[in-house]
């Protein structure tokens, strides 16, 4: 009889190996049927559309929303604190590319919105917001490219330094530059279209809930696009470049090709972020955009999870929440207010959310491995 060669199984991956039955709320999500975990999800969206009323709950209302805030408004910065989490996670946890000049792409974003729509433009077009978001998010993208493309063969500290100026360069272009107005601005920015049957605006001045569910059903198409190129051979390629990118380079994989698509992808993420808020705030000037901004987007994604999409919802949610939580809260002690200190326990906060949990709130498990491997390199004998 002649021998019947049988192929191997090939190989699991470290970071999808057994996660079905790990521990946690993810490997418990993992051994559901496929149908609770559908319902699951679709009602984790219908809560999260039914945010904007949490407040009217009785008892734990009061504990989620500070009293005097404008709860809709800080739901709707939490949205697009999430879309540049999401965006910065594709560069960063991804491809594995330290990016520190990520608002340079949210503001190019607003500010093409604001060129092409306000009265105050020198261009005068005066376009709708929605006519003016496709180019917008082009013109995002194509600051990505021109952002990545010189910086192929930069990376770790050099890269970083590359993209802090990219972002300054933004910045200081916006101060001083006339066509951008500096600190004087534009104003009178279209807000998105559409009327209820009296007439009245959907999106209007009063009422930030659309803009919240608006931002919300964006971040739902987002996740599903980044879900969907991380199972791919795109995200495939960012995990071989993010662990080796030499080692990657040998085995075929086109290192410059998907550098680019890394950055594009997330300029693209972070310029409709900064559509969003241009068409909610309806005024924008060159102060909007600082350096702090991406380091807080950055911290976000490292807090919640590094190369994790919900670790990345979560710490751009956290990011945004923190602080307006701690608006308005008293000394228990001395009953003064602590708002001129808010930042401080901000960043207290920040600091032993990454003491007791280096990894993430919600980590990526291949993230997890690493540092439990390395734990026990540096354990003591």
Known sequence: MSDVKVDKPAAVPADKKNWRSSGGVRGWFGRQHWAVR??????????????PYAGDIPVLGPQIITEGIDWPSALFNMSYYVLLALGLNVVVGFAGLLDLGY?????????TV???????????????????VPVALAVAMVSGLILGWPTLRLRGD???IVTLGFAEIIRIFATSSETLRGDRGFADIPHPPGSYSDGKPIFGVADATPYYWLGLSVIILVILGVRNLDRSRVGRSWLAIREDEEAAEIMGVRTIKYKLWAFAIGAFIGGLGGVMFAGQQGFMNSQTFILQFSILVLAGVVMGGSGNIFGAILGGALISYIPDRLRGIEDPIFHTDLFGFRFAIFGAIIILIMIFRPQGLIPSRRRAMELKD???EVAPQ
């Open 374 to 376: 390395r734990e026990k």
């Open 114 to 132: 604001a060129l092409l729509t306000s009265p105050d433009s020198i261009l005068k077009t005066e376009w709708g917001w929605l006519a003016a």
């Open 38 to 51: 559908t319902v699951l999800i679709i009602v984790f969206a219908v809560l999260a559309y039914l945010l």
């Open 158 to 160: 050099y890269l970083a």
């Open 103 to 111: 608002v340079g792409f949210f503001a190019v974003g607003a500010y």
